[in-house]
């Protein structure tokens, strides 16, 4: 299993959302010059986290991107499945009809019990969760004057 990039880039979005729009809206453009990806895919990533209600909108001039909730209270899994869609390592572990062994198959039974387990890990992560322990590997630069 790979995340994808889209995956990946919208997560280290959402936590940079949630540390610049306590003071002030984020424009696409800044996320896209502070992660250095283009405006065109921040725009591509945005839209569902805006769709999925992760993330609101202000138009004009002190417009930008907001976090619809607090940051303690969405999941990554919320920003994984938002950008993806339902996260199955399998067709069967969401389907089992789609495969005429899953009855009796030992290998389907490890899938969805590894897929369980994968999404309880990323639904008991928060976004401030990761933008905690991003905090605490960022190095603090004092100076002194």
Not at 80 to 109: I, K
Request: charged letters at 25%.
């Amino acid at each position: 299993m790979k995340l994808s990039t889209r995956v990946r880039f919208g997560l280290r979005i959402m936590m940079q959302i949630a540390s610049e729009c306590s003071r002030k809206p984020v424009f696409a453009g800044r996320i896209a010059a502070t992660q250095g990806i283009s405006e065109a895919y921040v725009d591509q990533i945005l839209m569902p986290l805006r769709a999925g209600g992760l993330l609101v909108s202000r138009r004009g001039r002190s417009g930008g991107y907001l976090l619809a909730r607090p940051a303690e209270q969405i999941t990554v899994l919320e920003i994984v499945e938002t950008l993806e869609g339902r996260l199955n390592l399998v067709d069967c572990t969401e389907n089992p009809a789609s495969c005429e062994r899953s009855p009796f198959c030992a290998t389907h039974r490890l899938w969805c019990r590894l897929s369980d387990t994968i999404r309880e890990t990323l639904e008991a992560v928060t976004l401030a969760d990761v933008q905690e322990e991003q905090e605490a590997l960022t190095p603090i630069v004092e100076y002194v004057i």
